[in-house]
Every structure is written in structure tokens, then in C-alpha cells.
């Protein structure tokens, strides 16, 4: 069983919303800290959002503050980011990342567990 995986992702238009969805087979959950990442065709992996082992600091990358929500589900073991407002700017393959720590780290090496991830395409 994969260790992360990732759905919600689609083709929306400018302004429209998306939830994506992160499934852990982490155990136990409150172990890890949960971060978003994502990457667009010819750019490195970087940093969206990220929340700490028990939800106690998120973090996020300048461009979403105020857009993007990233929250935890300790009971289903589920990792969400809610994206709002959503810019042709935003496309790009999400992935989830998870790494067994207190708080995120920004840096795609920080982290050992990822998912395979999914497109997210925002026509304008």
C-alpha cells in the first residue's frame, strides 16, 4: 500500500475552488507533520502549505496565503487542501508529503513519505 495518496485534483477555471485530498497509511498519524508541494512542467517541486503533527502551526507559501487551507483528519487519517480563488498560475501536479516530525519543513528532502500526486489545470 502506498504510503500517501492524493485525489481532488481537476480542470477548473480562474476563480473556482478545489478541495485535494491526501489518504495516509501512516501510523500513528499524529506522528507527522503533512505538507503540499507541487510542481508545473520545467520548475522544481516547491513548497505549498504545510501543518504541524498535531495541527498546532500551518505554514504557507506567500502565493496562497489567504487562498489555500491545508487541515488534518486524525480520525481518517486524511490530509486536505482546500484551494480557493484559483489562478492559471496554481496549475500543476500536487503532491502530498509526510514526514514523521513535530513541525513542516519547506524543503522537498525534508520529507520521506510522498504520494504520486495529482494534475490540478486552471484555465483562464
Known amino acids: 500500500q502506498a504510503p500517501l495518496v492524493e485525489s481532488g485534483g481537476s480542470s477548473v477555471r480562474a476563480g473556482d475552488s478545489l478541495r485535494l485530498s491526501c489518504a495516509a497509511a501512516?501510523?500513528?498519524?499524529?506522528?507527522?507533520?503533512m505538507a503540499w508541494f507541487r510542481q508545473a512542467p520545467g520548475k522544481e517541486r516547491q513548497f505549498v502549505a504545510g501543518?504541524?503533527?498535531?495541527?498546532?502551526?500551518?505554514e504557507y507559501t506567500d502565493s496562497v496565503k489567504g487562498r489555500f487551507t491545508i487541515s488534518k483528519d486524525y480520525n481518517d487519517r486524511m490530509t486536505y487542501l482546500q484551494m480557493n480563488s484559483l489562478q492559471p498560475v496554481d496549475a500543476a501536479v500536487y503532491f502530498c508529503?509526510?514526514?514523521?516530525?513535530?513541525?513542516?519543513?519547506?524543503?522537498?528532502?525534508?520529507?520521506?513519505?510522498w504520494g504520486r500526486g495529482t494534475q490540478v489545470t486552471v484555465s483562464s
Open positions: 508529503a509526510g514526514e514523521r516530525a513535530e513541525s513542516t519543513r519547506i524543503v522537498p528532502t525534508s520529507y520521506n513519505y
Open positions: 501512516l501510523s500513528p498519524f499524529s506522528d507527522y507533520a
Open positions: 501543518i504541524s503533527r498535531y495541527s498546532s502551526s500551518v
